[in-house]
């Protein structure tokens, strides 16, 4: 396991820092394998984070862009996350990358980087604490894939979504948690002593995920 927590003090450094180690990650896998791979999450965090990383001077043409989950929306539905990406991370420079939308069943190769949220109730990707599925997602012995993640009856997800497993998350090259308040980074620190295993972030970072932390008031 590679995991730590950066703090930074406020959004901009924040955004700046998680865009930075994305991108090195990015390049690194250009520079040995000629392309990359990048996976991120949907939401209102990482917005400020996708902006910034689409300024990054790295080699966008042979990078490919998907999502670590999504709705079963169509694609520019506000609550959609490729529209997200589309408008913030696709553009100017980054316009050039390519974009797979997410597909149900194997995921080969692994992401080469990926950027995740964190939710108050510790769920990352669309695995939720308590949702009946969330067991599969979170089985590390499970082939790397995609999954249909059922609309929830009294627990989340509100809507059917598919989402990548732990199994997928965990064989990226990089993680980047993008964190954001005070009762996340309490979460997160409960989560790293042990005291909450079963959280779905608690057990991306008990994995052997390639994991930091970022984190801003």
């Known amino acids: 396991m590679d995991s730590g927590l950066v703090i930074e003090a406020g959004e901009a450094a924040w955004a700046d820092r998680a865009s930075v180690l994305l991108a090195h990650a990015l390049q690194a896998a250009v520079e040995e394998g000629g392309q990359a791979l990048l ?3 949907g939401g209102t965090t990482p917005a400020p984070i996708l902006r910034r990383l689409a ?24 609550e959609s996350n490729e529209r997200l990406v ?16 997410l597909r149900q069943g194997p995921v080969t190769p692994p992401p080469d980087a990926v950027l995740l949220g964190m939710g108050e109730d510790g769920h990352i990707a669309s695995i939720f604490p308590g949702d009946p599925q969330m067991g ?15 609309k929830g009856h009294g627990v989340p997800p509100p809507q059917p979504r598919l989402s990548l497993n732990l199994a997928a998350l965990a064989g990226a090259g990089r993680i980047v948690l ?4 005070e009762a996340k980074r309490q979460l997160y ?9 079963d959280l779905p972030v608690a ?11 970022v984190w801003s008031e």
């Not at 989950?69 to 169509?74: C, F, H, I, L, T």
């Not at 589309?86 to 939308?101: C, H, I, K, Y």
């Not at 979170?138 to 059922?150: E, G, K, N, Y």
């Not at 620190?189 to 295993?197: E, F, K, M, Y």
């Open 39 to 41: 996976a991120v999450a």
């Open 55 to 78: 300024r990054q001077p790295i080699p966008w043409r042979r990078i490919a862009v998907t999502l670590t989950d999504e709705r079963r929306v169509a694609a520019d539905a506000p």
């Open 86 to 101: 589309r408008e913030t991370l696709l553009a100017g420079p980054a316009a050039v990358a390519a974009f797979a939308p």
């Open 136 to 150: 599969a997602l979170l089985d590390t012995r499970a082939q790397p894939a995609c999954l249909a993640v059922p």
């Open 178 to 181: 993008a964190i954001r308040g």
């Open 189 to 197: 620190a409960r989560a790293a002593a042990g005291g909450t295993p």
């Open 203 to 213: 057990r991306l970072m008990a994995s052997e995920a390639r994991l930091v932390t």
